[in-house]
Structures are given as C-alpha cells and as structure tokens.
C-alpha cells in the first residue's frame, strides 16, 4: 500500500496537435477550440487549447512512477481545477503526492493529489484521485 506523503511523478509530456485531434477523435469533443487555429485566434487564449479530460487524464497515478506500486487500484472518483491553459507546443510534468488511505468496513482508499506544471514551473491543474484498493501487496 502507499504510504502517506509519498510523491510521485510521471514522465513529462510535449503536447503536439496530433494528441488534441486523437482526443477529440476518441471523445468525440470537436469543439473548435481545441484544434481550429482560425476559430482560437478569435478567443482569449490565442491558440487551440488542451481538453479539460485530456489533462486530467495526464496526471493518472498509474502512469508515473509508482505504477508499479498501484496493482489493484480502481479510480472511484476525481476532481481538479484548471489554472492555466495548455497550448500545442507545451510540455506537461505530472506529480501526485498520497493525502491519505482509510478503510470503510472492508474495503480500502487512498486519496492522492494531483498536479500537472509546464515547461516554465506554471501550476495548470490542481486536483485530487481517491482509488479504492482492490488487493493489497504488502
């Protein structure tokens, strides 16, 4: 089981637009704000921007350096804010850090925050992932 205050982090990320349009694809979110540079020219940002989900979905702990570790965790629910938008070009580095584990009767969690920075140290999603732990390797 991980331990509280455990940190992990996962592998940094350089976001093209090849990752916005296979999102888009597999989601089936084809707002233009995420792939018309025509249409982002128009808006506040400038740029396409990254998917919400997109982004969250970078910071799974199964995929930093604990996925080793996580054998039997099943994400139960998730949460996050985003702080800055992410455009093509920027490269994301996740981390997450244990808050806390409990049991409820016989089942077990671990609440982990998340967070996702760029490539100049900027917060640009804050959140947190409870897993329920399914099986245990001590």
Not at 5 to 18: I, N, Q, R
């Amino acid at each position: 089981m991980l331990q509280v205050d455990e940190e992990f982090e996962g592998p940094s990320k350089t976001l093209t637009d090849a990752h916005f349009l296979l999102f888009s694809a597999v989601t089936g979110d084809v707002h233009p704000i995420h792939y018309d540079v025509e249409y982002a020219k128009r808006t506040r940002f400038s740029r396409p921007i990254a998917h919400g989900l997109l982004l969250n979905s970078l910071s799974a702990l199964g995929a930093s350096s604990a996925r080793d570790r996580v054998d039997g965790f099943v994400l139960v629910e998730q949460g996050c804010r985003f702080m800055k938008p992410v455009q093509i070009g920027d490269t994301i580095r996740p981390r997450q850090k244990v808050e806390r584990t409990w049991n409820e009767g016989n089942k077990r969690f671990c609440r982990v925050k998340t967070s996702l920075t760029n490539q100049r140290g900027e917060l640009v999603l804050e959140g947190f992932h409870v897993y329920g732990v399914l099986n245990q390797r001590e």
